[in-house]
Protein backbone atom coordinates (compact mmCIF):
# COMPACT_ATOMS: atom_id res chain seq x y z
CA UNK A 1 0.00 0.00 0.00
CA UNK A 2 1.64 3.62 -0.65
CA UNK A 3 2.26 5.68 1.97
CA UNK A 4 0.32 8.85 2.56
CA UNK A 5 0.78 11.86 4.12
CA UNK A 6 -1.91 12.41 6.95
CA UNK A 7 -2.70 15.54 9.27
CA UNK A 8 -2.40 15.97 12.68
CA UNK A 9 -5.95 14.85 13.52
CA UNK A 10 -6.36 12.76 10.54
CA UNK A 11 -7.00 8.69 10.08
CA UNK A 12 -5.83 6.26 7.59
CA UNK A 13 -8.56 5.92 5.30
CA UNK A 14 -8.66 1.96 5.82
CA UNK A 15 -9.21 2.97 9.45
CA UNK A 16 -12.05 4.74 8.90
CA UNK A 17 -13.60 2.52 6.35
CA UNK A 18 -13.20 -0.28 9.31
CA UNK A 19 -15.18 1.67 11.53
CA UNK A 20 -17.94 2.92 9.34
CA UNK A 21 -18.59 -0.31 8.06
CA UNK A 22 -19.13 -1.65 12.31
CA UNK A 23 -21.30 1.16 13.34
CA UNK A 24 -20.92 4.22 10.79
CA UNK A 25 -24.52 2.81 8.94
CA UNK A 26 -26.22 2.71 12.06
CA UNK A 27 -25.64 6.56 12.40
CA UNK A 28 -26.88 6.76 9.17
CA UNK A 29 -30.03 4.79 9.03
CA UNK A 30 -30.81 6.90 12.81
CA UNK A 31 -30.52 10.60 11.11
CA UNK A 32 -32.31 9.37 8.33
CA UNK A 33 -35.10 7.94 10.36
CA UNK A 34 -35.25 11.55 12.17
CA UNK A 35 -35.80 13.47 8.39
CA UNK A 36 -38.38 11.02 7.98
CA UNK A 37 -40.38 11.55 10.73
CA UNK A 38 -39.97 15.33 11.08
CA UNK A 39 -41.09 15.43 6.73
CA UNK A 40 -43.60 13.28 7.26
CA UNK A 41 -45.62 14.84 10.32
CA UNK A 42 -44.87 18.06 8.67
CA UNK A 43 -46.85 17.56 5.62
CA UNK A 44 -49.77 15.65 7.96
CA UNK A 45 -49.94 19.57 9.42
CA UNK A 46 -50.21 21.04 6.05
CA UNK A 47 -53.08 19.31 5.58
CA UNK A 48 -55.12 19.95 8.25
CA UNK A 49 -54.66 17.24 11.01
CA UNK A 50 -54.89 18.80 14.23
CA UNK A 51 -51.76 17.11 15.97
CA UNK A 52 -51.30 17.04 19.62
CA UNK A 53 -48.91 18.92 21.48
CA UNK A 54 -48.64 18.60 24.84
CA UNK A 55 -50.95 22.05 27.06
CA UNK A 56 -47.87 24.12 28.22
CA UNK A 57 -49.39 26.01 31.69
CA UNK A 58 -46.97 29.05 31.53
CA UNK A 59 -47.65 29.75 27.68
CA UNK A 60 -51.85 29.72 28.46
CA UNK A 61 -50.54 32.03 31.48
CA UNK A 62 -49.64 34.79 29.05
CA UNK A 63 -53.69 36.22 28.81
CA UNK A 64 -54.63 35.71 32.12
CA UNK A 65 -51.04 38.00 32.81
CA UNK A 66 -51.89 40.68 29.76
CA UNK A 67 -55.32 41.02 31.12
CA UNK A 68 -54.35 41.55 34.69
CA UNK A 69 -52.09 44.17 33.67
CA UNK A 70 -54.72 45.44 31.19
CA UNK A 71 -57.75 45.72 34.14
CA UNK A 72 -55.02 47.46 36.40
CA UNK A 73 -53.79 49.89 33.71
CA UNK A 74 -50.39 48.44 34.39
CA UNK A 75 -47.59 47.69 32.09
CA UNK A 76 -46.54 44.67 30.86
CA UNK A 77 -42.37 43.93 31.45
CA UNK A 78 -40.19 41.57 28.62
CA UNK A 79 -36.97 40.35 29.27
CA UNK A 80 -35.47 38.99 26.48
CA UNK A 81 -32.58 37.73 28.07
CA UNK A 82 -28.57 38.33 28.07
CA UNK A 83 -27.67 36.86 24.95
CA UNK A 84 -24.96 38.62 23.15
CA UNK A 85 -24.43 38.54 20.33
CA UNK A 86 -28.00 37.44 18.84
CA UNK A 87 -28.32 33.43 18.79
CA UNK A 88 -30.82 31.19 18.39
CA UNK A 89 -32.15 31.42 22.18
CA UNK A 90 -32.19 34.81 22.06
CA UNK A 91 -34.35 34.70 18.64
CA UNK A 92 -36.73 32.25 20.28
CA UNK A 93 -37.08 34.65 23.51
CA UNK A 94 -37.83 37.24 20.73
CA UNK A 95 -40.98 35.53 19.08
CA UNK A 96 -42.54 34.76 22.29
CA UNK A 97 -42.17 38.13 23.33
CA UNK A 98 -43.61 39.24 19.75
CA UNK A 99 -46.65 36.77 20.83
CA UNK A 100 -46.97 38.52 24.13
CA UNK A 101 -46.97 42.09 22.36
CA UNK A 102 -49.50 41.04 20.32
CA UNK A 103 -52.23 39.95 22.81
CA UNK A 104 -51.11 43.45 24.69
CA UNK A 105 -51.25 45.27 21.49
CA UNK A 106 -55.26 43.71 21.03
CA UNK A 107 -56.00 45.45 24.68
CA UNK A 108 -53.74 48.50 23.96
CA UNK A 109 -51.71 47.51 27.30
CA UNK A 110 -48.44 49.58 27.03
CA UNK A 111 -45.52 47.09 27.22
CA UNK A 112 -41.50 47.49 28.12
CA UNK A 113 -39.09 45.43 26.68
CA UNK A 114 -35.41 45.77 27.82
CA UNK A 115 -32.73 44.74 25.40
CA UNK A 116 -29.15 43.82 26.80
CA UNK A 117 -26.97 44.38 24.05
CA UNK A 118 -27.24 47.15 20.92
CA UNK A 119 -28.05 44.12 18.52
CA UNK A 120 -31.52 42.83 20.68
CA UNK A 121 -32.19 46.59 21.12
CA UNK A 122 -32.54 46.55 17.07
CA UNK A 123 -33.98 43.20 16.46
CA UNK A 124 -36.76 43.61 19.28
CA UNK A 125 -37.85 46.92 17.90
CA UNK A 126 -38.26 45.91 14.68
CA UNK A 127 -40.29 42.83 15.64
CA UNK A 128 -42.25 44.79 18.06
CA UNK A 129 -43.19 47.15 15.82
CA UNK A 130 -44.02 44.61 12.99
CA UNK A 131 -46.14 42.66 15.36
CA UNK A 132 -47.93 46.02 15.81
CA UNK A 133 -48.38 46.70 12.31
CA UNK A 134 -49.44 42.68 11.66
CA UNK A 135 -51.95 43.29 13.78
CA UNK A 136 -53.63 46.79 12.61
CA UNK A 137 -52.93 48.66 15.09
CA UNK A 138 -49.00 50.61 13.63
CA UNK A 139 -50.09 53.89 15.74
CA UNK A 140 -50.15 52.01 19.03
CA UNK A 141 -46.87 51.58 18.94
CA UNK A 142 -44.17 53.62 21.07
CA UNK A 143 -40.81 53.21 20.08
CA UNK A 144 -39.79 54.26 23.70
CA UNK A 145 -41.52 50.75 24.68
CA UNK A 146 -38.03 49.03 23.65
CA UNK A 147 -35.18 50.40 25.14
CA UNK A 148 -31.62 49.56 25.82
CA UNK A 149 -30.28 49.57 29.58
CA UNK A 150 -26.66 48.53 29.59
CA UNK A 151 -24.40 45.76 28.41
CA UNK A 152 -23.15 45.34 31.93
CA UNK A 153 -24.84 42.60 33.35
CA UNK A 154 -25.11 44.13 37.16
CA UNK A 155 -25.57 47.68 35.42
CA UNK A 156 -28.56 45.63 33.34
CA UNK A 157 -30.04 44.03 36.58
CA UNK A 158 -30.04 47.32 38.56
CA UNK A 159 -31.96 49.33 35.66
CA UNK A 160 -34.35 46.79 35.01
CA UNK A 161 -35.21 46.44 38.45
CA UNK A 162 -35.66 50.08 39.17
CA UNK A 163 -38.18 50.02 36.14
CA UNK A 164 -40.30 47.35 37.84
CA UNK A 165 -40.67 49.33 40.36
CA UNK A 166 -40.59 52.70 38.91
CA UNK A 167 -43.48 51.79 36.12
CA UNK A 168 -45.15 49.20 38.79
CA UNK A 169 -45.27 46.50 36.00
CA UNK A 170 -48.31 44.12 36.73
CA UNK A 171 -46.79 41.66 34.35
CA UNK A 172 -43.44 40.29 34.01
CA UNK A 173 -41.84 37.38 31.48
CA UNK A 174 -37.97 36.65 32.17
CA UNK A 175 -37.36 34.47 28.75
CA UNK A 176 -33.74 33.53 27.25
CA UNK A 177 -30.83 33.62 28.62
CA UNK A 178 -29.96 34.79 32.86
CA UNK A 179 -27.07 34.06 34.95
CA UNK A 180 -26.90 35.71 38.09
CA UNK A 181 -28.89 38.32 37.89
CA UNK A 182 -32.14 36.03 37.63
CA UNK A 183 -33.24 36.02 41.29
CA UNK A 184 -32.56 39.99 41.32
CA UNK A 185 -35.51 40.15 38.48
CA UNK A 186 -37.16 37.39 40.11
CA UNK A 187 -37.61 38.81 43.65
CA UNK A 188 -37.89 42.16 42.56
CA UNK A 189 -41.23 41.77 40.25
CA UNK A 190 -42.29 39.27 42.91
CA UNK A 191 -41.94 42.13 45.56
CA UNK A 192 -44.78 43.76 43.70
CA UNK A 193 -47.40 41.60 43.17
CA UNK A 194 -46.61 40.77 39.73
CA UNK A 195 -47.46 37.81 37.69
CA UNK A 196 -44.23 35.99 36.36
CA UNK A 197 -43.37 33.85 33.69
CA UNK A 198 -40.36 32.71 33.37
CA UNK A 199 -37.81 30.82 30.87
CA UNK A 200 -33.83 30.35 31.53
CA UNK A 201 -31.87 28.05 28.81
CA UNK A 202 -29.17 27.73 31.69
CA UNK A 203 -29.43 25.34 33.84
CA UNK A 204 -28.52 26.27 36.67
CA UNK A 205 -31.10 29.70 36.62
CA UNK A 206 -33.83 27.41 36.66
CA UNK A 207 -34.39 26.55 40.37
CA UNK A 208 -34.38 30.54 41.20
CA UNK A 209 -37.12 30.91 38.76
CA UNK A 210 -38.67 28.32 39.72
CA UNK A 211 -39.07 29.14 43.59
CA UNK A 212 -39.90 33.21 42.63
CA UNK A 213 -41.85 33.05 39.99
CA UNK A 214 -45.49 31.58 38.88
CA UNK A 215 -45.04 29.96 35.65
CA UNK A 216 -41.27 28.22 34.29
CA UNK A 217 -40.83 26.79 30.79
CA UNK A 218 -38.72 23.71 31.45
CA UNK A 219 -36.04 22.37 29.04
CA UNK A 220 -37.27 22.14 25.94
CA UNK A 221 -40.88 23.57 26.57
CA UNK A 222 -38.90 26.88 25.86
CA UNK A 223 -38.15 25.90 22.81
CA UNK A 224 -41.47 24.18 21.74
CA UNK A 225 -43.23 27.69 22.41
CA UNK A 226 -43.28 28.77 19.23
CA UNK A 227 -44.93 26.22 17.70
CA UNK A 228 -47.44 25.51 20.49
CA UNK A 229 -48.56 29.94 20.35
CA UNK A 230 -48.24 30.46 16.55
CA UNK A 231 -49.57 26.30 15.12
CA UNK A 232 -47.50 26.79 12.29
CA UNK A 233 -47.48 23.60 10.43
CA UNK A 234 -43.70 23.31 9.79
CA UNK A 235 -42.54 24.28 13.83
CA UNK A 236 -45.98 21.57 14.84
CA UNK A 237 -45.15 18.90 12.36
CA UNK A 238 -41.18 19.48 12.88
CA UNK A 239 -41.41 19.34 17.06
CA UNK A 240 -43.95 16.10 16.80
CA UNK A 241 -40.92 14.57 14.53
CA UNK A 242 -38.65 15.03 16.88
CA UNK A 243 -40.93 13.78 19.67
CA UNK A 244 -40.86 10.35 17.73
CA UNK A 245 -37.51 10.60 17.41
CA UNK A 246 -36.87 10.74 21.17
CA UNK A 247 -39.19 7.62 21.94
CA UNK A 248 -37.28 6.38 19.31
CA UNK A 249 -34.42 6.64 21.33
CA UNK A 250 -35.43 5.68 24.60
CA UNK A 251 -36.75 2.28 22.99
CA UNK A 252 -33.71 1.59 21.32
CA UNK A 253 -32.21 2.63 24.84
CA UNK A 254 -34.36 0.12 26.48
CA UNK A 255 -33.79 -2.44 24.18
CA UNK A 256 -30.06 -2.70 24.20
CA UNK A 257 -30.09 -2.54 28.53
CA UNK A 258 -31.97 -5.68 28.27
CA UNK A 259 -30.02 -7.06 25.29
CA UNK A 260 -26.57 -5.95 27.42
CA UNK A 261 -28.10 -7.65 30.71
CA UNK A 262 -28.57 -10.94 28.87
CA UNK A 263 -25.63 -11.15 27.06
CA UNK A 264 -23.81 -10.59 30.60
CA UNK A 265 -26.39 -13.36 31.95
CA UNK A 266 -25.05 -15.52 29.79
CA UNK A 267 -21.54 -14.93 29.93
CA UNK A 268 -21.69 -15.37 33.57
CA UNK A 269 -23.46 -18.83 32.89
CA UNK A 270 -20.76 -19.87 29.92
CA UNK A 271 -17.67 -18.87 32.15
CA UNK A 272 -18.70 -20.91 35.01
CA UNK A 273 -19.39 -23.97 32.45
CA UNK A 274 -15.77 -23.87 31.34
CA UNK A 275 -14.50 -23.13 34.45
CA UNK A 276 -16.12 -26.03 36.03
CA UNK A 277 -15.00 -28.36 33.35
CA UNK A 278 -11.73 -27.25 32.52
CA UNK A 279 -10.58 -26.77 36.01
CA UNK A 280 -8.22 -29.43 36.61
CA UNK A 281 -6.23 -28.40 33.52
CA UNK A 282 -4.87 -24.84 33.51
CA UNK A 283 -3.73 -24.69 29.84
CA UNK A 284 -7.13 -25.96 28.82
CA UNK A 285 -9.24 -23.88 30.96
CA UNK A 286 -6.94 -20.59 29.30
CA UNK A 287 -7.45 -21.34 25.57
CA UNK A 288 -11.48 -22.59 26.21
CA UNK A 289 -11.63 -18.84 28.07
CA UNK A 290 -9.98 -17.32 25.18
CA UNK A 291 -11.78 -19.19 22.73
CA UNK A 292 -15.23 -17.93 24.13
CA UNK A 293 -14.49 -14.36 24.63
CA UNK A 294 -13.64 -14.50 20.55
CA UNK A 295 -16.60 -16.25 20.15
CA UNK A 296 -18.54 -13.33 22.09
CA UNK A 297 -16.93 -10.75 20.21
CA UNK A 298 -17.74 -11.49 17.12
CA UNK A 299 -21.77 -12.44 18.05
CA UNK A 300 -24.44 -9.76 16.74
CA UNK A 301 -25.61 -7.50 19.53
CA UNK A 302 -27.14 -4.09 19.77
CA UNK A 303 -24.08 -3.12 22.13
CA UNK A 304 -22.13 -3.39 18.99
CA UNK A 305 -23.99 -0.72 17.53
CA UNK A 306 -22.64 2.03 19.36
CA UNK A 307 -19.59 0.72 20.14
CA UNK A 308 -17.36 -0.04 17.50
CA UNK A 309 -14.65 -2.70 17.87
CA UNK A 310 -11.08 -2.58 17.74
CA UNK A 311 -9.40 -2.33 14.08
CA UNK A 312 -8.41 -6.18 13.22
CA UNK A 313 -4.67 -7.00 13.97
CA UNK A 314 -4.11 -7.66 10.04
CA UNK A 315 -5.17 -3.86 9.48
CA UNK A 316 -1.68 -2.46 8.30
CA UNK A 317 -1.88 1.81 8.55
CA UNK A 318 1.38 3.08 6.44
CA UNK A 319 2.24 6.91 7.31
CA UNK A 320 4.97 8.88 5.78
CA UNK A 321 7.10 9.90 8.61
CA UNK A 322 7.96 13.28 9.96
CA UNK A 323 11.01 15.17 8.17
CA UNK A 324 13.25 15.56 11.11
CA UNK A 325 14.69 18.90 12.44
CA UNK A 326 17.58 19.99 11.07
CA UNK A 327 20.88 19.21 13.28
CA UNK A 328 18.45 16.86 15.62
CA UNK A 329 20.07 13.69 13.34
CA UNK A 330 23.47 14.89 14.44
CA UNK A 331 22.53 15.05 17.94
CA UNK A 332 21.40 11.76 17.75
CA UNK A 333 24.78 10.46 16.15
Known amino acids: MPEKQLGAWSLDSQLLGANYWDVGWFGLLFTLMIIVFIVFNVKRAKKGDNLFI ?55 NPIIMCAYSASMFTLAQEVI ?35 IHREQTAAAFFLGEFYAESLIFAETANSIGAIQVASSTEATQTPFFIAACDYVLIGDEFYAASAYLTRDPIMVGSLVGQDWSKMTAIAFIAIGCLNASVMQCNI ?66
Do not use: W
Open 54 to 108: RRISGLNAIDEAVGRATEMGRPVLMVPGLSDPVNATAVQAINICAHVAKTAAKFS
Open 129 to 163: RDTYQSEGYPERFDPDSVRFISDRQFAFAAGVSGI
Open 268 to 333: AAQTEEIYETHKSNPKELADALEDAQKLQKNNFSIPRLIKADKPPKDLKIDREKAPEEPGKEAETK
